[in-house]
């Protein structure tokens, strides 16, 4: 208990996770604004402490006795729905130190790792919208929001092997959290409901509390209220922890060519609990609210695999390469939420079928003077989401994105990196005939100490 209690006021310090719409996938596109600048690849070159979230074998990279590394995310979806924008947006802060003693460098750090984050004033935009019975209902003026966000507490060690080689590794605390505020019309409703001779296309909804919803009484049903939501952006309602572990190495192949890979193993975390709320509104005795406990069921962060290199051009300038294979389909196959109260329970499960990521990250870095460093760079990939399964509330459809960079060194110990990132907009047409745009601009800024 008292470990949990330590660690979480060192989350609060870092300024918490950052819970903004990721770009590949539920990833960020890059970790640390001189990775990100060229598009995200980190494999084979000195990165920083960011190394952390991506190779930790290039913590070996560096010959400084000691590094740290503070930094500030921005994240700026803008999201639309069938006209309507989500107006969520979302700041974070990570740090990492890092240690070389002789030829074994260790540290630690706190990173965000991704996630997602939606916000609707209202339903307007599921209009139109059927009751249980099929018969028109207006759009409640309910907030649609969704929020999760995945961070890590990461312990490396990286050892300089040779002259060429370098392998490293990581033991990561991993924590999620999660407020979901969902309404659901009356028709989608019944379509989940099998037992009552819906489709199941898009998902399944059972348990005890489907007997209440059949009582006469309580007449049609317009639209149900899934809630468990603090309002806190960083820390949401529900709440999960484990961990997972990162390896890695580098190796130079020749005077002026590096390459690296790494993998990323799956997470293992808990179910993500908290209280929360079903509401249903029936034409017979109007909202029926019930209180209950909330668990989403089986989240995980996937494996991911990954290799690049550095290509050294010229004496100032580097061209840098990754591909990495992000195990989306293994752990994204449904979205499992099980409610339980007095009154009875609901098992609903919502189909996802994600698919497997292949994600491209280019760039070049070019080495001005002793002061500027100047980068750019792209980051292609494809769309895990199946459009029919695309829900406004998950849309993590972003597939390209070009990056700018830059460094100033104000002396050989003090820096300060900077990247701006644009995801290009995307247009998905989901199952339900709703129009989803998604494009973004994300900035991140990191000042580097070396001591």
Known sequence: MRIEIRIGLLLCISGGINSALATDGMYLEGYGPIATGVGGAAMAFDNGTSAMMNNPATLSLSQDPSRFDMLALYLGPDLSTNGQDSGFKNIGMAFGYVRRHQNVSFGFGIFPQGGMGTSYSNSSFLAPMHSLGGMP??????????????????????????????????????????????????????????????????????????????????????????????????????????????????????????????????????????????LFSTTGMGIASVGGAIRVQNFQMPNEYGAGLDWKISDNMNFMMDYRRIDWGGVIQNFQMLFSSPQGNLDVTMKQGWHDQNVLMLGVADRVNDHWTLRMGLNLANNPIPATYTNPLFPAIETTHASFGASYAFTHKDSLHISLVHAFNVRVTNGYGQDIDLSEWNAQLMYSHLF
């Open 137 to 278: 209902v207006a759009p409640p003026a309910l907030q649609n929001e969704s929020m999760l966000g995945v961070g890590r507490v990461i312990f490396p060690l990286s050892v300089q092997v040779n002259n060429n080689l370098t392998i490293g590794g990581s033991i990561d605390y991993v924590w999620a959290t999660m407020n979901l505020s969902m309404v659901m019309d009356g028709r989608n409703f019944a379509d989940y409901a099998t037992s009552l001779g819906g489709s199941g296309r898009f998902g399944t909804v059972s348990g005890s509390l489907m007997n209440m919803l059949a009582n006469p009484q309580l007449g049609d049903v317009n639209y149900g209220y899934f809630d468990f939501n603090n309002g806190n952006n960083y820390f949401g309602a529900a709440k999960a922890s484990g961990w997972a572990a990162k390896f890695g190495f580098t190796y130079k192949i020749a005077q002026d060519l590096t390459i690296g890979a790494s993998y990323q193993s799956r997470t293992h975390l808990g179910d993500l609990s908290s209280n929360g709320r079903v």
